[in-house]
């Protein structure tokens, strides 16, 4: 009784957006993750003393389409004027796109004469591969900041916000795609409607969209509440990718599952009346999601008492610490980290400080709770007790790195899907 209850009292006074995908009135609640400020959004020390906006952080499920969701309530042109995510902090990652940009190459053949075009390309992370490979690419991406980097890198960007206008603007520039790119930026799109009509608009006959973002059935499997924030907008099945692709006369061909960010799907697009056939991975994949119950409405009306449970044990661990005397600090200051951060309460008299690989973020301050963000170094120097893992998606890169705080005792805590603490000596 004391779920619906609560889950009844977190729709009080909630507007009933449409859907951004087919437009159906949004009524059912997926989770409330309470008031939360935009989680890249880090703060100077003057401007902690300073009024910080706070939105609503509750997802929200379409019972036509399935497609779950945030409300806009704050534009894309405020959250990326200054962005702090740089892609290439993380070597996993880059790794990640190096090996991507070569399987790609060879999938579809590419070489001089084809066109490469990545969407939200950040600093250049991805498309620096391309340039030995002798293939000609070109990055659209609107935060000026970072574009700034892959400019300097060489890396032919455009600072612009994609969609049917850029699409339409670029094929009378004669630049209409072999293969298109987007990686973890289609939950950032507010329209996806005229994104993905901007997809099908560039892209040639027979080219290729590879789209890859976090996949939803693993969100709600391992609780990872903490992958919603402002900044992503929408959250993906293959169930409702499929539909949003025939919307535009897209396909679906191909579907890849990979470990990133927790679990992803990189999903190939083609327009619908190309050649190129379906590959049996697509239809297994539905099938495994329709078992799962992602068609079944009643599947994500469970979630919420999941995400409240996560954090109930995380908060339950780093009391008993705390209460014990244990020091504790973080690793990291991603997005996911501050949401986790905010909804859960987690300020600095938890975590004394946390780290991050990015020159961007030291000196400033996690937005909401505070936490003041250090160079990595700052982890040997304070000799912590506990080390907390926020971007937990990166935990064997992390702890790999960091194995070296067993020389005084120290240990990690991961706290996503279960919050758990791992031995530096059980890390291989």
């Known amino acids: 009784m004391t779920v619906s209850i609560h889950a009844s009292l977190s729709m009080e006074g909630s507007v009933a957006h449409s859907c951004r995908l087919c437009g159906t009135a949004l009524h059912r609640l997926f989770a409330d993750l309470g008031m939360s400020p935009l989680c890249e959004s880090f703060l100077t020390a003057d401007q902690c003393d300073r009024m910080e906006p706070y939105f609503p952080l509750r997802a929200m499920v379409c ?28 070597p996993s990652w880059v790794a990640h796109a190096k090996a991507y940009c070569e399987a790609i190459t060879k999938r579809l053949v590419l070489g001089p004469a084809s066109t490469v075009i990545e969407i939200a390309s950040n600093d250049g992370y991805l498309l620096q591969h391309f340039s030995p490979l002798g293939i ?47 990686n973890n930026v289609l939950a950032q799109v507010p329209d996806l409607n005229d994104f993905t009509a901007g997809l099908a608009l560039l892209l040639k006959p027979e080219g290729i969209v590879t789209l890859e973002f976090p996949h939803l059935q693993r969100l709600m499997s391992e609780a990872q509440f903490d992958t919603i924030y402002h900044e992503h907008f929408s959250y993906f099945s293959l169930l409702t990718v499929e539909r949003l692709a025939a919307r535009h006369d897209l396909k679906i061909i191909d579907v890849e599952e990979l470990p990133t960010h927790g679990g992803s799907l990189r999903v190939h697009l083609a327009r619908a009346n190309s050649v190129r056939p379906q590959q049996a991975a697509v239809s297994r994949l539905l099938h495994e999601e329709r078992r799962f119950g992602l068609a079944r409405i009643e599947t994500y009306s469970a979630f919420a008492e999941k995400v409240r449970r996560t954090k109930r044990d995380l908060l339950t661990l780093l009391i008993a610490l705390r209460n014990s005397g244990k020091s504790i600090c973080g690793y990291g200051a991603p997005g996911k980290g501050n949401t986790l951060l905010n909804y859960c309460g987690i300020g600095p008299d938890f975590l004394d400080f946390t780290v991050d690989r990015n020159p961007h973020k030291h000196g400033r301050f996690t937005p909401g709770m505070h936490i003041p963000i250090l160079p990595v170094a700052a982890i040997d120097a304070a000799r ?45």
């Open 384 to 428: 912590p007790d506990f080390v907390l893992i926020l971007p937990w998606n990166l935990q064997t890169e992390i702890t790999r790195q960091m194995r070296h705080i067993a020389d005084w005792g120290g240990r990690f805590i991961v706290p996503i899907p279960t919050p758990r603490i791992v031995e530096p000596k059980d890390i291989r």
């Open 136 to 182: 000609p690419a070109l990055g659209i991406e609107p935060a000026a900041n970072v574009a700034a980097v892959a400019i300097r890198r060489g890396i032919d960007t455009r600072i612009e916000f994609f969609g049917t206008r850029l699409a339409r603007a670029l094929v009378a520039e004669g630049r209409q795609a072999d293969l298109i790119i987007g």
């Open 63 to 90: 019972e036509q389409c399935f497609l779950v969701q945030l409300g806009e309530y704050v534009g894309p042109s405020e959250i990326f004027s200054d962005y702090a995510y740089f892609s290439s902090y993380s």
